[in-house]
């Protein structure tokens, strides 16, 4: 078994930040490309941030100036640093990763349950 754990979500006020962490846990050999998602009501789910297992990232275009993306390989985290936030950064936010497991030894996407990132006017 696999699991992505996200925490760090909640309400926030316009302007203010918040850091969000994933953890992965269970049967992993290694963790290669990790991100963020986000889905807001009425809309699809679209990437927010990605980075490789060496650490070259990849952002949405309108979100790369105040988010960033960062991982810890020794802890099968990664993080997602918002700054600056707007009501319209308000959704519920999900961390992917392809995992290798230990057995079978192939590569999976995973995705965790959601957290919520409120943010007020």
């Known amino acids: 078994q696999v699991q992505l754990v996200e925490s760090g979500g909640g309400l926030v006020q316009s302007g203010g930040s918040v850091r969000l962490s994933c953890v992965g846990s269970?049967?992993?050999?290694?963790?290669?490309?990790m991100a963020w998602y986000r889905q807001a009501p009425g809309k699809q789910r679209e990437l927010v941030a990605s980075?490789?297992?060496?650490?070259?990232?990849n952002y949405a275009d309108s979100l790369k100036d105040r988010f960033t993306i960062s991982r810890d390989n020794a802890k099968n985290t990664v993080y997602l640093q918002m700054n600056s936030l707007k009501p319209e950064d308000t959704a519920v936010y999900y961390c992917?990763?392809?995992?290798?497991?230990?057995?079978?030894?192939?590569?999976?996407?995973?995705w965790g349950q959601g957290t919520q990132v409120t943010v007020s006017s």
């Open positions: 992917n990763a392809k995992i290798v497991r230990i057995f079978p030894r192939y590569e999976s996407t995973y």
């Open positions: 269970g049967n992993i050999f290694s963790i290669n490309d």
């Open positions: 980075i490789g297992s060496g650490g070259s990232t």
